[in-house]
């Protein structure tokens, strides 16, 4: 009687961990899925939005997605040239209720603001790199100026 016991027990322990796994596999697959698409509609954002980034000073030179745990889409920015505020100020009220675009131009705008009050003779301002994910970044990019020493 206790053989049987113990083997039901040993059935009933696999079927509980088979369940898990099926379960554990469903949901990683949900969570896939979901990041593939969010993935996929910044990218379109992205692309679409060409013009709107040339307008703040900027041309998009690379994208790259990050397929990790917490997937994040990034975009290398290069500054072709430096907008003023009133420029700025309007691009940001045009784009308002365009959250995603919006949120970036604010990142833009914000690295312009920092980079306006760096004096160096040394490094240049040349572009920015956005990191949209669950924990948003922007990282600024400056080179040494050819010939100072």
């Known amino acids: 009687m206790e053989k049987i016991f113990d083997k039901a027990k040993g059935k009933l322990s696999d079927l509980s961990s088979k369940g898990a ?10 969570i896939k899925d979901a990041s593939i698409d969010k993935i996929n509609a910044a990218w379109q954002q992205i692309e679409s939005a060409s013009a709107v980034f040339q307008k703040s000073g900027y041309s998009v030179t690379e ?3 990050n ?6 889409l990034t975009i290398e920015l ?15 009220e ?12 604010i990142a833009i705008f914000k690295a312009n603001a920092i980079q306006k009050s760096i004096n160096s003779v040394q490094y240049k301002f ?13 990282d600024m990019k400056f080179k040494k100026v050819d010939g100072v020493v």
């Open 126 to 138: 040349v572009g920015l790199t956005i990191g949209l994910g669950l924990t948003p970044n922007i």
């Open 21 to 30: 796994n099926l379960l554990e596999k469903e949901v990683l697959q949900n």
């Open 94 to 105: 045009e784009y308002k209720g365009k959250t995603f675009l919006y949120t970036i131009l």
């Open 63 to 65: 994208i790259i997605i």
């Open 78 to 92: 290069d500054q072709i040239e430096n907008i003023n505020d009133e420029m700025e100020e309007a691009q940001l």
């Open 67 to 72: 397929l990790g745990l917490s997937p994040t």
